[in-house]
């Protein structure tokens, strides 16, 4: 005989063996009993919740011959009949593959003709949400008013498609996901039953990994267990099977992160690569490591919230205190974007790794949330003593001792940059768009896109054309950011300024246009060396 997976080897075929939607199976169940069936149900939730199964339950037992406290008997010819797939009276139709109007004409028309056997002609259309907008049209009159011995049974993992005329005339029940707990018991239960020595971390694992889908836990427990049969199945083999990542590896990371230590983090990551651990999955995992130690850093009481032991939780709680709320939700928000960007890429390594420095580079963004980490990194330093600087102290700042590290003294005024002349300020422009490429958003875009002029006094000017753009940038913070950036690459203090083409002026009438001479790259030129100018 051929192998049955659990999941299937294993469907509830009463409402008891149904974990998790006790407020629907009880509602079910007094329906049948009190004779109170309605003509159309609408079975609502996520995959592997119970929508299908719930509803072969229901239709077997509005059916059966001699139903026992509101479930079905089971041993019955029409029970049967109807488990085996066998009985005319239940029609199964997925929608997502028979979504046209000739599909829903095909029952309108069956609707007419009762039962051959049993009081009720079950109707179950999983998917129903894929229907087209004429077949919904064809359904809905049928579905308002159908004969007294015809139950219409309709699922959906997406409610929110389903027309306000189909719900209106529908019982509606939502399936919530499944417990860790109650998944986690359900998954002993069967295991015991099948004779499966597993424990019970791993077991705790499976349940977690399903989000709270029991269907999903037990294709992950067979799956698991295909590996190792004949031998139990350990914590450390279910993470090998599921190419999962143990929480140590996050705590790990985290900590490598706030000591910006960038080996460490590639080291990591390299070990999960070779370990053969699903990146994608890393990142959800971490993203939830996180999410738990911000619910730490803003709750007390989170035991009933963070599913893990005692002393992972103390653990988390010892981790939660170094480091700050904004930077964890700063955490949250860059790996929540590189979930998304991961989930069609060919190099999700590479992506990784960008995050992973850009999460301990703040200076890399200008956002509020990685402004004020830049911030709590320095004050952390100070705090700690002088702010330490492995490089050269520039001119005009001395180098102290500090215990043998190579300090900058804070009494020392930095040296005034020379004042750039006109020569200067055109290869400025010149190389204008490799100077610039550090500054991002707005700003950035506007003073790359528009050209460049200098004027009588050397002072390099962004000609802007619309007004509206220019008022956004001319402000005295980004003048000083596209000054300091320059600084830093020419050395020399370039007076910058923005301005904007008034109503009326022509660009070429008032301003020596420097744009076309832009370019990407230096050229040297190799026939007249004596002109040759050195670059600064």
Known sequence: MSYTALYRKFRPDNYDDVKGQEHITITLRNQIISDRIGHAYLFCGTRGTGKTTVAKIFAKTVNCEHPVDGNPCNACDTCRAIAAGTSMNVIEMDAASNNGVEN?????EEVQYRPASGRYKVY???EVHMLSTSAFNALLKTLEEPPAYVIFIL??????????????????YDFKHISVDTIKARLKELADIEHMEIEDKALRYIAKTADGSLRDA??????CEAFSIGEPLTYDKT???LGAVDTDIFSNMLRAIISEDTLSCMQLLEEMVSYGRDLAQFVTDFTWYLRNLLLIKTSRDTEDIIDMSGEKLAALREEAEIVEMNTIMRYIRILSELSNQIKFSSQKRVLIEIALIKIMQPAM???YESLKNRVSNIEKKLKDGILVNNSAPPQGMPEVSNGGNAVTAHAAEPEKLQVAVPEEVRKVADNWYNITSGISGHLGVCIRKNRLSVDENAVLCVVYESSI????????ENIELIRQTIARHVGKDVKVELRCIGAGEEYHKKYMDLTKDMINFEVENIDD?????EDF
């Open 104 to 108: 829903i004409r095909q029952i309108v």
């Open 124 to 126: 179950i259309i999983d």
């Open 155 to 172: 699922a959906t993992t997406e409610v929110h498609k389903i027309p306000i005329t189909i719900l209106s005339r529908c019982q509606r």
């Open 218 to 223: 037990l294709s992950l427990l067979d799956q």
């Open 239 to 241: 993470l090998d099977i």
């Open 365 to 367: 963004e200008l956002d």
């Open 469 to 476: 753009e220019w008022e956004q940038d001319n402000k005295p």
């Open 529 to 533: 060396e004596d002109e040759e100018e």
